[in-house]
C-alpha cells in the first residue's frame, strides 16, 4: 500500500495530504491557468507564470484578455462568454495560430485546451496552455529544407536531361562516350534517390512529431476530464469531515475518508499511466535485467495490491520457486496493472487468481478474473492506446493500462496472450524467457 493511502483523515486535513495534487500542478510542464465566468485569472501554475513573464500576484486578477494580443481581444471576450453558456472539453483555435502575449508585449504561439469545473456553485474555466515555438520553428526548417531539395531534385533531372541530349548527339559509335553516359547517369540517378530517401526521412520525423504533439494533446484532453470526478470527490468529502465533529459520527467521518483515499488512488493511476506512456514514446525506458525470485515477487505484489481491492475481493497465488533473468522493475508494474484491471473490471467479492508456472522454455504469468469480460467484436482493439471497450463506460480508467503493458512485455522479450467471454471474465497470460537458476 502506498503512503498516500496510509495519510489519516486529520493528515490530510492539515493541507499535507494533497501533496500529490499540489506537485502535478506545480511541476506540470504545460501551463494552467484557473479562471472565474467574469473572465479575471484566479491561479496560475510556475510554468504559466514563466511563459507569460509575470509574478502570481501581477496575474492574480487580471482579465484573461490581457494575455491575447490587443486586435483580438473584443473578439476573445465574446468567444469566452459563449464558452461560459455552455462549457464542455475542447481544444481553442482549430486550425488557427494561437497567440500569447507576454508581459513585455513580445508574442509567441500557443496550443490550449479547455476545460471547466464547479467549485462552490461557481463555475471556473481551466487552460492549459503550450508554448509551440520550438515546433513551429522546426516546421519552419523543415519546409525550407524541402523547398531546398525539391529545387535541388529540379536542378539535378534537369542536368541529367540536358546531358543525356548531348550523349544522344554524340558519336553513338564511341564505346568510350556511351561508357561516359552510362556512369553519369548512374551516378545522377543514385544522386536523386538518396535526395529522396533524404527528403522521406525529414518526413517521417514531422509526421512522428505530429503523431506525439496528437497524443499528448488527447491525453491532456482525456486526464483533465478525468481529474474532475475524483477531485470533486476529494473536495465534497473534505468538506462534509468537517461537518462531522461530534464523537458518535466516526463512522461518517471514515466514510469520506474511504471516498478521498479512492479518488487520490484513481488519480495515482492515472498520473503513472501519463509517466510510463511518456518514457515509453520517449525511448528512456531501460531494461535492467538480473536474477530473481518470480515467486517472491509475485507474492509482494499480490500483497502490496490487497488494499486497492474491492470489498471481500481476494487474490489465490500459485507460484512455483523458480529464478529468472529480468527486470523486477518492469515485472512489477506488468502485475500491478493487469491485477488492478482485474478487479476494477469485477464485483465485490469475486475470486482474483495469480499465477507463476514453467512451461518448457517460458514462464507464463497468470492472471485471471470472473468479471465483465471482453465484448468478442472489440477484442481486436484491446491493445491500442485510449481503447476503452463499450461495457466499461462507468468505470474510470484511461484506456493506456493494456498498451502499456504490452509494450513492457515486449521490452522484456516476451509476449502477451489473453482470452475471454463478455460476462465470464478474463485471463491474461504474459510468457517471458526463463533462465534457470544457480
Request: with cysteine.
Amino acid at each position: 500500500m502506498t503512503l498516500a493511502m496510509k495519510l489519516s483523515g486529520e493528515y490530510l486535513m492539515s493541507g499535507k495530504g494533497r501533496e500529490l495534487l499540489g506537485q502535478l500542478f506545480h511541476n506540470s510542464g504545460e501551463g494552467i491557468m484557473l479562471f472565474n465566468k467574469q473572465g479575471e485569472i484566479e491561479m496560475s501554475n510556475p510554468r504559466a507564470l514563466e511563459m507569460f513573464g509575470y509574478t502570481e500576484q501581477e496575474l492574480l486578477g487580471k482579465k484573461v484578455e490581457a494575455l491575447v494580443p490587443k486586435e483580438s481581444r473584443s473578439k476573445h471576450e465574446g468567444h469566452r462568454n459563449k464558452y461560459m453558456k455552455k462549457p464542455a472539453p475542447r481544444s481553442m483555435g482549430q486550425g488557427l495560430d494561437l497567440k500569447g502575449v507576454r508581459k513585455d508585449g513580445s508574442m509567441f504561439p500557443v496550443e490550449i485546451s479547455l476545460n471547466y469545473l464547479s467549485h462552490q456553485d461557481e463555475t471556473m474555466v481551466v487552460a492549459f496552455v503550450t508554448d509551440i515555438t520550438i515546433r513551429k520553428e522546426n516546421e519552419r526548417v523543415v519546409e525550407e529544407q524541402q523547398k531546398k531539395l525539391s529545387e535541388y531534385a529540379d536542378e539535378l533531372e534537369g542536368k541529367v536531361k540536358s546531358r543525356t541530349r548531348e550523349l544522344e548527339q554524340m558519336n553513338l559509335g564511341l564505346k568510350s562516350q556511351i561508357q561516359e553516359r552510362k556512369l553519369a547517369e548512374t551516378a545522377l540517378k543514385k544522386s536523386l534517390d538518396d535526395l529522396k530517401k533524404a527528403e522521406q526521412e525529414i518526413l517521417n520525423s514531422l509526421e512522428r512529431e505530429r503523431e506525439l504533439g496528437e497524443l499528448k494533446s488527447r491525453f491532456v484532453s482525456m486526464a483533465s476530464h478525468e481529474f474532475r470526478t475524483p477531485l470533486t470527490t476529494i473536495l465534497s468529502s473534505a468538506n462534509l469531515i468537517g461537518k462531522y465533529a461530534e464523537g458518535d459520527q466516526q463512522s461518517s467521518r471514515e466514510k469520506h475518508i474511504e471516498r478521498i483515499n479512492k479518488s487520490v488512488q484513481n488519480l495515482t493511476g492515472i498520473l503513472n499511466d501519463f509517466l510510463s506512456m511518456e518514457k515509453l514514446e520517449s525511448g528512456i525506458t531501460r531494461v535492467d535485467k538480473k536474477e530473481l525470485k518470480l515467486d517472491q515477487l509475485v507474492r509482494e505484489v499480490c500483497e502490496e495490491m490487497e488494499g486497492t481491492l474491492k470489498k471481500d475481493q481476494k487474490i489465490e497465488i500459485r507460484s512455483e520457486a523458480v529464478v529468472v533473468l529480468s527486470d523486477d522493475h518492469i515485472l512489477k508494474n506488468v502485475l500491478i496493472n493487469l491485477i488492478s484491471n482485474a478487479s476494477k473490471y469485477s464485483s465485490e467479492g469475486d475470486a482474483i487468481e495469480v499465477s507463476a508456472l514453467v512451461e518448457k522454455d517460458e514462464v507464463c504469468l497468470k492472471v485471471i478474473d470472473h468479471g465483465i469480460g471482453i465484448p468478442k467484436e472489440e477484442q481486436k482493439n484491446l491493445f491500442e492506446r485510449f481503447f476503452r471497450a463499450d461495457n466499461v463506460t462507468n468505470i474510470q480508467g484511461t484506456g493506456l493500462g493494456l498498451n502499456i503493458v504490452k509494450k513492457y512485455v515486449e521490452l522484456l522479450g516476451g509476449k502477451i496472450e489473453f482470452k475471454s467471454q463478455e460476462g465470464e471474465g478474463s485471463t491474461f497470460c504474459v510468457r517471458i524467457p526463463l533462465t534457470p537458476g544457480k
